[in-house]
């Protein structure tokens, strides 16, 4: 049989990183969608102000799918964590 190990606290580390990041950068996201959404039509009026309104809605769109994995992906360490102390207490 295998050796299994898990350092349940670097790992426990790398997941509250994961979830922290995800919300730092939808922060970001959110940020740069206000800033656009009031460039285009006020400080920028051209036809090209509107493409690069609907090239940076589509970004944004692929990006939270993004974030929505990265939380997922956090999520997902903590059920391992919890998985792991739990199997850890039968022996």
């Known amino acids: 049989m295998p050796l299994l190990k898990m350092d349940v606290e670097a790992v426990s580390t790398v997941q509250q990183q994961l979830l922290a990041a995800r919300r730092t950068m939808d922060g970001h996201a959110s ?12 400080t920028w009026v051209a036809p090209g102000a509107e493409k690069f309104r609907e090239e940076f809605s589509a970004w944004l769109t ?21 998985k ?3 199997e850890a207490q039968t022996y």
């Open 31 to 42: 940020t740069l969608n206000s800033l656009v959404q009031g460039m285009v039509g006020s």
């Open 62 to 82: 692929s990006t939270r799918a993004l974030l929505e994995a990265l939380e997922q992906n956090g999520q997902r360490l903590g059920q391992e964590i919890t």
């Open 84 to 86: 792991w102390q739990d």
